[in-house]
Every structure is written in C-alpha cells, then in structure tokens.
C-alpha cells in the first residue's frame, strides 16, 4: 500500500506557472502508475495527466497537452506536474492517485485505489 501527499498548489496569475508535487511513502514506489485529477466546484473529478511506473510512457488530457509535463523522480518517491501558462479554468482541487497494477496509463477514477487529499489550484484572469 502507498500514502500520497500532493503539494505545491496555491493562488496564481493567469499566464503564470506552479509545479505540483506527490510525495508517496511505501515500499515499490517505482512499481505505481501515478496520475493527477483535478475537480472544479460543481463539477466532476477529471484526469489531467498520468505517467507509466517506469516513468516510459506518459498521457495528458486535451485540455492541458502542450502546458503541462509530468514526470516522476522513482530515487525521491515523487512525481511532478508543471504546469506552464495556467487558465481561469484550471482551477480546482488537483489529486494524485496511483495503482501498481497498471500497464501504461490509466485515465479512468476507476483505475486508481489509492488518493491523495489533494492541493488547491486557484489561478485569477
């Protein structure tokens, strides 16, 4: 089983940056698929990018392809989400989740057990 504590979430400028960090504790870090989600107010939780347990293969939704790079540090137990030129709409509470059954990248809730408790995202127009 792994723990997950995602940080490095705060309150910034349109246009602007933030590196959002998941720290797990637990044996096998390396052997996770870790994803980010993030949930809007009033809306449902939606992937946002993921990375392969050997850090190989990555996936990111439409809606940050091109802003965003996730990669993970397997030596530090962490996995990274910068995210570069921030929108209005990326606010919300961004989550990691990860499994260690996983081939690839899943984008699917369904295919994470474990969660963390999220950091808040807020970025202002």
């Known amino acids: 089983q792994v723990q997950l504590v995602e940080s490095g979430g705060g309150l910034v400028q349109a246009g602007e940056s933030l590196r959002l960090s998941c720290a797990a504790s637990?044996?096998?870090?390396?052997?996770?698929?870790v994803a980010w989600f993030r949930q809007a107010p009033g809306k449902e939780r939606e992937f946002v990018a993921g990375?392969?347990?050997?850090?190989?293969?990555?996936r990111y939704a439409g809606s940050v392809q091109g802003r965003s790079i996730i990669s993970r540090d397997n030596a530090k137990n962490t996995v990274f989400l910068q995210m570069n030129r921030l929108k209005p709409e990326d606010t919300g509470t961004y989550y990691c989740a990860a499994d260690e059954t996983l081939v690839g990248v899943g984008a699917s809730i369904d295919d994470y057990p474990y969660w963390g408790h999220g950091t808040q995202v807020t970025v202002s127009s």
């Open positions: 990375i392969s347990s050997g850090g190989g293969g990555t």
């Open positions: 637990g044996h096998a870090f390396g052997n996770y698929a």
